[in-house]
């Protein structure tokens, strides 16, 4: 449902994006500029995009570039990139309700969080975010972290339909041309409101184990764990942004 609001936090808008950031702030990558409060990406055959101050994005799309495409990177890495600059913490994780609060599973692409909710969905468990949640402190308890769900819609490869046996998705939601990834919605579950976090999973696929093993880890290891799951934790680290030790 279109939310109702005076005047947006945030414009996405087409047209022109800077050839180069400036400054003595900038971190230059291959083909991405950052500095704390811009971000220049050029996507080759796709489009640039252009953030600035946490609330603008600008958008130059290739001529020739398909829209999936285009919106893949424009809710990925600038929205992420927007994100950061308002030093938010988007956390690389998906997410599951339970009980009064949510449980997350974090872990690196492909290690399979979008395979866990799904297969938790099939067994009767309501999905809270898909790929990334963004953490934010309670209002009313400073000592409670709270998420909040990104776009409800999971994006799976072919062999994470079979693996839980939900029903494939058509070519339609093909996420992008030539890409085995899928569009799986859950718009009819959705539920934006912050929900307090009342465990983290961090999934590690490099075990040879055939049975899963859960280990408790300690707060230094939990600490950097979720450093490493901060969703493109390269924009955190050149706009200067850091994980509170209050998290």
Known sequence: MPADFD??????????????????DVVNKVRVSMSPTEYLQKVINVASYY??????????????ADEKSVRLFLLSNAMAAALHQRNLIPLHASAIFHEDGIVLFCGPSGVGKSTTVTALQA???KVFSDD??????SVNNPDLIMA??????MKLWIDSFNKTGV???????RIRPHLA????????????????????FMLDSGSLE???????????ESFSALQRNTYRHVQMNAMKNEISTSL
Do not use: W
Request: proline letters at 11%; a neutral charge.
């Open 123 to 125: 067994k009767g468990y």
């Open 181 to 200: 990834k899928y569009a799986r919605f859950y718009h009819d579950e959705y539920e934006i409101a912050p929900r307090p976090i009342k465990r983290v």
């Open 51 to 64: 953030v600035a101050n946490g609330n603008e994005i600008r958008i130059d799309p290739n001529p020739a």
């Open 132 to 137: 990334v949640c963004v953490l934010k402190p």
């Open 210 to 220: 055939q049975r899963a093993i859960i280990k408790e880890m300690s707060t230094i």
């Open 167 to 173: 029903q494939m998705a058509g070519e339609e939601d």
């Open 7 to 24: 005047k947006p936090d945030l414009t996405i808008t087409l047209g022109s994006v800077p050839e180069r950031l400036h400054g003595d």
């Open 148 to 153: 909040v769900p990104s776009y409800p819609m």
